[in-house]
């Protein structure tokens, strides 16, 4: 449910060969979905499950895994641009991202060069090269922007990183815009949910209310990108599906962080479930005091904030380059 009035945006997390050629340009044709994002886990799970993978990967003998993994992906990614092109032509939407190597995460000149590579690869305007938020991401992400690669700063957990990010970003695209480029744009990927599976349990037992955490966190950011009056910039909510146990309706996390100017990039179930909730309530931005006042709290209980941070970051790093190492095993014996 797109609302180009509010600058709501809907972007979907999955890719898959047949989905991608049929279900999913019905679902661009029909105005449900703006956008796409695929990872290492995701790209990792379509590859092993699906058999539309077969035939390619038998012409592909001879390969490397990597080899193999790039030209499945970049096949991908360019029928998902092609598909979304004329969203894309027609405004700020219309992106598909592709992310670099998880194994590159502290390598800064070598994500830039495979960022580069990727992108050329796809020979697709709307194409967004994922880069991981860390100290050597940020360079990176300037530097892609500046050659006029959109980016996605993907696994940004905390505040202190969602300011590296615009601040790398804005650097980038200054540069691209005083060298006379057009149109290059970015958005900050802040993982959601991941923080109430790790404190919900915690919290319950301090008698606390759940489902809170990754709500207040990405608002907190959400503000602060907002402040930052760099339009090409957007938040980008992630993590939002809800996982079995969380006691919560499918389509919490997209109704919960409802607002303009940020995009909402979810599982194709979750997004099936907001088609079928009907119209939902604008709930962001929100008050700085709330927020404020919702983290002092957690501090009260002895819960640091910080330490959560670097908790996540190093789960959410770990989880990419397993998946990415389980799926390049896969392609050696394919």
Known sequence: MIDDNLGFSLWLDFIERDFLKHE??????EGIINGATSNPSIFAQAIATSPAYEEALASLQGLTPKEKYEALAIEDIKNAAIALRGVYDQGSEGYISIEVDPFLANDT?????????????????????????????FPAMQALLADGISV?????????????????????IDEFENTGGERVEAVISVFVSRFDRLLDPILEEKGLPVGRTGIMNAAKIYGMVQGNHTPSVRTLFASTGVKAGQPFPADYY???LYGPHCVNTAPLETIEAFEAGGRPEINLPKPVEEIEEYFAELGRHGIVMDSVYG??????????EKAFAEMLKRLEQA
């Open 311 to 320: 908790q996540l970051m190093a789960e959410g790093v770990e989880a990419f």
């Open 24 to 29: 999913f340009v019905k679902m661009v044709e």
């Open 152 to 172: 996605n700063a993907t696994l940004v957990f905390s505040p202190a990183q969602a300011r590296a990010c615009l601040d790398a970003m804005k650097a980038g």
């Open 254 to 256: 997209i109704r919960s």
């Open 109 to 137: 000149e070598g994500t830039i060069a495979e960022g580069r590579r990727l992108f050329k690869s796809i020979g697709e305007p709307n194409v967004m090269i994922k880069v991981p938020a860390t100290e050597a991401g």
